[in-house]
């Protein structure tokens, strides 16, 4: 693999990410709206109500749940570290590799929502077969190809997909982790205009080694600009370079994939050449659903380990779920559990109807479910205690039930880092938050506009805030009555919505154009944010449960409270830590032990570890000098 280190300034990567940034905002989106101090509850409210599913949809869900039940066994999976192949090609019998493709191409046509039904099913029974599937057609060369590709790209490769034909997803490199300007993976047209030619080297492709089809990001080897193609992994000079493994996910065949001189008929450009970056992104936004909807599988499948181990187990006299320790976590997991569902379906459910601008809340319901499952992954270790750590087989073979928790955890934690990290979807919404007063007030806080050109700017900008920023201070007088004991949170997110439209433009005030390297400003702002619509959404949906005559509606209402009740406090303080923190002192601090002023502490680690040596080595040549310790008598 070539390592070829490129140097990109801050300001360059920043540019790239700017430019593959949509920037229209043409359906309505209830998050920027709040950003912005509006809380548009009619966007979200009444909360989606599906009256049973297709029969057709059931049916495959009933034959899934049935052969995964009967022919998976994911512990098994887990130790040889493959894909069966028996399971891969009863899931192409099934035809679950086609489950978003239309009808006419072959597949089953499922909409995003019974898709993502079918990822909560995945999420809580083996979290292999949810990457295969999810990287085959959330992000590999189905969902480009249906929402840019050409007729002829459809009729080509669509039916091939369906089939089961396995796809992959080629963006990262080396160097290329979250941010693409540093791309080395170039293409060229030849000089018959017939071909691109295609060099260089992709890291951590998911199905890279038993895929066929590879959707491959490269820029141009001149403009730099970056596209998307189609490219056959047969085709020459496309290899197989390194199976990459990993702390779980063990099956993953993920590869290092090489490209020399791969010759691309200029067909398979997906969309056109420089477009290749925001097909990704846009790609992603639908595609980074599969994770909201498998995290709250995930989440189910921890609340029902937890329910049956802490009725179950008893220690000090009575079962651990009643000593309170344990059972605030329970009570936690369960509230949650149902506000993630709350959240992934809504997020869904507004990505199927299709008239909303979806960037926004699928980054949100990625972030925050993917974080709080987490969470709760680790509290059913803790509630597992020693038996979570233990692995599934090792219980088993002392007699005991063979719950993988340990396993369920290593599987997990992926989903904080790949199809955008929390920290990536953080910046990504933090630039949408600022995004219209960068366009009211961008040329008087930025660096490079002059003095003449700020003072032009002036009128429009008092022309903006003198309407808008009074508006922020002004409920809307709503009392949101018709939702019974929860109208006052109803209240709190529009009070706290109001609020968070201010403290961003108090922020864009206050630091200007150094707002852009507040990063836990700007994080504790999504925070906000994120739960005010978990809030929102949960509200919502338990209105709807019990004006439906939901069976269940009491018992939702009860986790509903439970949940506002904590995000109400959780806001409050987020709020607080805005302008009452230690954030300078934490990145002097930080700056301080990147430089070497903390090394004392690493000191019983020198020559310890031949894979440090190199570090070590600078770390003795870069080492300020410092005073002999002296003892003090
Ligand atoms: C199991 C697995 C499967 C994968 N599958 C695929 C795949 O199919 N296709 C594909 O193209 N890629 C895939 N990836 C790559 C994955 O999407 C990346 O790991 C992810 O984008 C993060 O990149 P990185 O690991 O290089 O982290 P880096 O970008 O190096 O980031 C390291 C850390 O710094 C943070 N960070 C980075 N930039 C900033 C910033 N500006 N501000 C604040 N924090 C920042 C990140 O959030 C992260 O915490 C996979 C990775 C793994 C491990």
């Known amino acids: 693999m070539t390592d070829k280190t490129i140097h990109v300034t801050e300001q360059e990567a920043m540019d790239v990410a700017e430019a593959s940034r949509q920037k229209e905002w043409k359906q309505p ?24 599913e297709r029969p057709e949809f059931q049916a495959f869900f009933n034959t899934l749940k049935d052969f995964l039940r009967d022919h998976v066994d994911s512990d098994q999976i887990d130790a040889t570290g493959e894909y069966p192949e028996d399971v891969v090609d009863g899931l192409r019998k099934l035809g679950a590799f086609g489950m978003k493709i239309p009808k006419e191409y072959g597949g089953l046509g499922f909409d995003q929502l019974e898709y993502g039904k079918v990822m909560e099913m995945l999420g809580a029974y083996d979290g292999n077969l949810s990457a295969l599937l999810s990287a085959h057609q959330s992000i590999g060369v189905p969902q480009p190809l249906k929402l840019f590709g050409t007729p002829e790209q459809k009729k080509k490769y669509l039916p091939r997909c369906a089939a089961g034909e396995i796809s992959a997803f080629a963006l990262t490199e080396a160097q290329v982790g979250s941010d693409p300007a540093r791309m080395t993976t170039t293409y060229e047209l030849t000089d018959d205009g017939k071909h691109y030619i295609l060099n260089g080297s992709k890291l951590w492709c998911t199905n890279g080694t038993i895929a066929k089809l590879l959707v491959v990001m490269a820029c141009d080897s001149q403009t730099k600009a970056i596209s998307a193609f189609v490219v056959e992994a047969d085709w020459e000079g496309v290899k197989v370079e390194h199976r990459c493994h990993f702390m779980g996910l063990r099956a993953l065949a993920n590869a290092v994939l090489s490209f020399t001189d791969v010759k691309i008929p200029v067909e398979n450009l997906i969309g056109k050449e420089g477009r290749g970056l925001k097909i990704a992104l846009t790609t992603l936004n639908d595609g980074r659903l599969s994770i909201p909807n498998g995290s709250v599988g995930a ?5 029902q380990i937890c329910r049956e181990w802490s009725a179950e187990r008893v220690q000090w006299g009575k079962p651990i779920g009643k000593h309170e320790a344990i059972s605030h976590k329970i009570a936690d997991m369960a509230s949650i559990t149902f506000a993630m569902e709350s959240v992934a379906h809504l997020a869904t459910d507004m990505s199927n109807r299709g008239n909303f601008d979806i960037r926004l809340e699928a980054a949100a319901a990625k972030e925050w479910n993917s974080c709080r499952a987490w969470e709760i992954v680790d509290d059913t270790m803790q509630i597992r205690g020693g038996r979570g750590y233990e692995t599934a087989p090792s219980l088993a073979s002392r007699g005991e039930r063979p719950v993988a928790v340990e396993r369920m955890m290593r599987d997990y934690r992926i989903n904080k880092i790949f199809e955008g990290s929390s920290e990536i979807m953080h910046l990504f919404m933090a630039r949408e938050a600022v995004d219209k007063h960068l366009q009211v007030a961008g040329d008087v806080i930025a660096h490079n506009k002059g003095p003449a050109e700020k003072l032009q700017a002036l009128p429009h900008i008092a022309a903006f805030y003198a309407s808008w920023y009074p508006s922020q201070w002004v409920g809307n007088f709503k009392s949101y009555k018709e939702f019974g004991p929860y109208a006052r949170y109803l209240r709190f997110v529009e009070r706290s919505t109001r609020r968070l439209a201010r403290q961003v433009f108090h922020g864009m005030m206050v630091h200007q154009a150094g707002l852009q390297n507040k990063q836990v400003f700007l994080f504790r702002l999504v925070d906000i944010a994120n739960e005010l619509f978990a809030m929102a959404a949960t509200v919502s949906r338990v209105h709807a449960m019990k004006v439906n005559g939901h069976p269940e509606a009491s018992n939702a209402a009860e986790l509903a409270d439970i949940f506002c009740r904590q995000v109400k406090r959780k806001v409050k303080r987020l709020f607080q830590d805005l302008w009452s923190n230690d954030d300078s002192q934490k990145y002097r ?34 080492r300020p000098s410092r005073p002999k310790v002296v003892a003090i008598k």
């Open 29 to 52: 989106s209830f998050m920027r709206e709040m950003f912005l101090g509006n809380f548009r509850l009619d966007l979200i409210h009444p909360y989606p109500v599906h009256q049973g």
């Open 299 to 303: 989440a189910k499948r921890a609340l």
């Open 589 to 622: 601090v930080a700056l301080g032990v990147l430089k070497g002023k903390q090394l004392w502490l690493e000191e019983i680690l020198e020559g310890l570890d031949p894979v440090f040596e190199a570090t070590a080595t600078e770390r003795t040549a870069s």
